[in-house]
């Protein structure tokens, strides 16, 4: 397990920086003169009311040279310029080709133009090469040859762990990524259901889980009651319209980072392997403005980036998971906003989420829809009695939750 911590330095490498940033560029400039592309016909699905479509689609493909057949020619031609220590060169290098084949993959799925990627912050990686830690409170760092720089670690907040990798290193910061041993395996599965105001997770053992994100739209909320006063302000003074929105900004992404973070933790020790379902919101924008903005407070991408940090994540296809029955598999097209299922197939009434989620598990675990999955299994759990024979009272008591997480806005050390 790889967990990185970040702590400040005083070193005076502004020079280097620059220089290594220059050198990058021209990297990954390299690297893309060199690339080739083809077009390639794509199958189109034809689609039910513009049957004149073409059944195909043209798509530009690029290929990209492979590492060994440019990399000393590359190195060859700037190492014999460079002055400082020379494993700064394999360092960009390297940093180079991690960049092209990241903008190769969100190139493919659609995230990316056919546009060269270009460098416009100050970093770099340093090379096992490059640094030498003895295990204590001193980081030493190559920056010409024989000739070093220190870090001093002893103000470090966090254990140190077996081994350190290749630290990232800013004018002000240095990111060190450590090594610890990984807690005992836990094989359980649990699948999401992403809603506005709620993530409904299901596994046989949880049961039916609703995580309350609630508070994630009062923090938006509050600020774009802010940024609306902020445009007041900007209509009169830009420059203090441009620093108060910055300064907003700032606090919203902050205040919003924290509250996912302590989300994602909550929801962690459910399970090893959380599934979400593969949403595009592009594809969910309607033409309701009130929707489209919860749609982009909605900050799902993010809390499954921070639960990957401790977990594994697989990505579930989402569609028509609420409106098929997760007990028979009939599917019900015609429904609309309504927030319980009644299955015309075999009469079940359930929670549209609760329903949704024990969906998202079937197809988690390459199950096919069929009655006996779930056979003689109640459709809710969570229903509170008295005695352990005692029936539910009311309908409303079969659709609650048996657990419910909920994270307040501010942490009160509990």
């Known amino acids: 397990m790889i967990k990185t911590y970040n702590i400040k330095h005083n070193l005076n490498l502004g020079a280097l920086f620059s220089d290594y940033k ?89 995230h990316r ?58 004018p002000t910061e240095i990111h060190l990524p450590f090594y610890y041993s990984d807690p005992p395996k836990n094989e359980s599965k649990i699948a999401w259901d992403s809603n506005f105001h709620s993530l409904d997770g299901y596994s046989p053992q949880t ?18 009651d802010k ?28 205040r919003v980072n924290d509250y996912l973070h302590r989300v ?16 595009e919101k592009w594809r969910m924008v309607k033409k309701s403005r009130n929707f489209n903005r919860k749609l982009s407070d909605t900050d799902w991408r993010k809390i499954v980036r921070y639960i990957a940090t401790n977990s594994n994540i697989q990505y579930i296809e989402p569609y028509y998971t609420s409106k098929t029955c997760s007990q028979c598999g009939y599917v019900h097209k015609d429904l609309t906003s309504e927030h319980e299922l009644h299955c015309r197939g075999c009469g079940i009434i359930i929670d549209r ?34 005695v352990s024979d005692e029936l539910a009272r009311i309908h409303e008591e079969l659709m609650m939750p048996k657990q419910t997480i909920c994270v307040p806005l501010k942490y009160n050390g509990t």
Request: charged letters at 20%.
């Open 207 to 224: 049961g039916w889980v609703k995580v309350d994100i609630k508070p994630l739209h009062t923090i938006h909320d509050t600020y774009h």
């Open 353 to 386: 989420q609760y329903n949704a989620s024990r969906n998202l598990y079937q197809r988690m675990n390459g199950v096919t829809l069929h009655k006996a999955i779930y056979e003689g299994e109640i459709p809710a759990i969570g229903a509170e009695t008295s």
């Open 227 to 254: 940024y609306r006063h902020i445009n007041q302000v900007y209509a009169k003074n830009k420059h203090k319209g441009k620093l108060l929105y910055a300064k907003y900004k700032s606090r919203e992404r902050h």
């Open 113 to 170: 133009k056919r546009t060269m990627p270009v460098v416009t912050r100050e970093f770099m990686r340093i090379k096992q090469t490059l640094f030498r830690w003895d295990g204590q409170n001193t980081l030493q760092i190559s920056i010409y040859p024989h000739q070093f720089q220190y870090i001093d670690l002893s103000t470090h907040w966090f254990p140190f762990g077996t081994k350190l990798g290749e630290p990232i290193i800013t």
């Open 22 to 110: 220059v050198l990058l560029n021209q990297y990954i400039l390299e690297i893309w003169s060199r690339i080739t592309w083809e077009t390639k016909s794509i199958q189109k699905k034809q689609s039910v009311l513009w049957t004149h479509l073409p059944y195909t689609q043209h798509r530009i493909i690029p290929h990209i040279p492979t590492k060994a057949d440019i990399d000393k020619e590359l190195r060859r031609k700037y190492v014999e310029h460079w002055h400082y220590s020379t494993h700064w060169v394999n360092s960009a290098m390297d940093t180079a080709w991690s960049i092209i084949h990241s903008w190769y993959e969100n190139y493919k799925n659609g």
């Open 264 to 279: 994602a933790n909550a929801m962690i020790p459910l399970a090893s392997t959380h599934g979400f379902e593969s949403l």
